[in-house]
């Protein structure tokens, strides 16, 4: 709260991104899955989902909390979760064998998404339970040339479980945000533009043109970030950095519907 007020920032935001599952080692000790070994029905269906004791109520305690700062020094709370793509191909799968089951498998990738989704869901009930004031869904689904599967892969096994949790928040009234690190320009039609969303995030300047962007979908979408973390801001003088936010805001405030931040954390 204290670095908050120190920048100038609105809000703070709490993150629940991974899903923490768990399994039991050979001395019958729980692990978290951690380590890309859920790449088969077996291992699948041994593992151990979240439960109140372990997982939701530490982490309610902790949300309650957040909460209570923020509001004690009127700041909002951005609550960011729901990588249910990334946590598989980057915690709990394989990076090559998932999105090969996006393809071969896709009952596996069906269920994987289901266990994860389950548990997103009940962590965001609890989150507008406790009062966050801002949904910001977090999945890198590409990379700096173009999504890493189909537009048709992600629409059928990817985008209906986002939809889902869009409209919790929805249902809750409050804004919501996604991120993806990438390129998802070649999505913005099959895919961001059917979620439901207010704002659309990082935008990287590496992939994506955000003129462009705000030229074509600005009506009807807020976009937010494309400030260079490894650009002026990292390694330029205070002026160049200055000159680069300058030319963002002079571009991008009218019509509204920007919000100046950087292209990644």
Known sequence: AEICQNIGMDAMTLESLW??????DEKGELKLVNNQSINDWESLENIIEPNWEMDFKPRRDVIR??????????LGVVW???????????????????????????????RIFDI?????????EIAIEEGVDVIFLADDIAYKVSPFISNEALAELWLPHIQKM??????????IMFHSCGNVEPAMDDLIM??????????????MDIYDIKKRYGDRLGLSGNIDI???LAFGKPEEVRKEVR???????????????TNHS
Do not use: W
């Open 19 to 24: 899903t923490p599952l768990k399994y039991k």
């Open 65 to 74: 909390e957040y909460i209570k700062v923020a509001r004690a020094n009127n």
């Open 80 to 110: 960011c979760y729901g990588a249910i793509f990334q946590c598989c191909y980057f915690f709990l799968c394989d990076f090559n064998q998932f999105l090969l089951k996006t393809m071969q498998d896709k009952a596996f990738v069906k």
């Open 116 to 124: 994860c989704v389950k548990y997103y869901m009940k962590m965001t």
């Open 166 to 175: 869009v409209k919790q928040g929805r249902d809750a009234g409050l804004p």
């Open 194 to 207: 059917k979620m439901d969303l207010d704002v659309l995030n990082p935008i990287e300047p590496y992939s």
């Open 230 to 232: 490894a650009g002026p």
């Open 247 to 261: 030319e963002h805001m002079e571009k991008l405030k009218p019509g509204g519907r920007y919000i100046l931040s």
